[in-house]
């Protein structure tokens, strides 16, 4: 199993920049993907950002150019890092490691989730 615990989120101005961190613990051998998403009361959840296990990354069209997604050298903290920060940036950050798991004898890809890292903007 694989877990995941996000933090570095906080009260950030805007124009200025934050990085959170996941860090993951468990089997992370398997992981094949770790991704940022992000929510705000009322609205769906939405991938802000992946990164595969083979280092490809995919950004959502409204971070493009401000969030950077990367990993430390062993592969187990994913780092997120947020330049030039909108007040729409203003969510709860969550991280999500999907990884390979053997279960009754088959092969799944299984979903494990962060709690979660508030990020607020003050002008």
């Known amino acids: 199993q694989v877990q995941v615990m996000e933090s570095g989120g906080g009260v950030a101005q805007v124009g200025g920049s934050l990085r959170l961190s996941c860090a993951a613990s468990?089997?992370?051998?398997?992981?094949?993907?770790t991704a940022w998403y992000r929510q705000v009361p009322g609205k769906q959840r939405e991938l802000v950002a992946v990164?595969?296990?083979?280092?490809?990354?995919n950004y959502l069209e409204s971070v493009k150019g401000r969030f950077t997604i990367s990993r430390d050298n062993a592969g187990n903290t994913v780092f997120l890092e947020m330049n030039s920060l909108k007040p729409e940036d203003t969510a709860v950050y969550y991280c999500?490691?999907?990884?390979?798991?053997?279960?009754?004898?088959?092969?799944?890809?299984?979903?494990?989730w962060g709690q979660g890292t508030l990020v607020a903007l003050a002008s």
């Open positions: 999500k490691a999907e990884y390979l798991d053997v279960v009754d004898g088959r092969d799944r890809y299984i979903d494990a």
């Open positions: 990164m595969n296990s083979g280092g490809r990354t």
């Open positions: 468990g089997s992370t051998f398997s992981i094949m993907a």
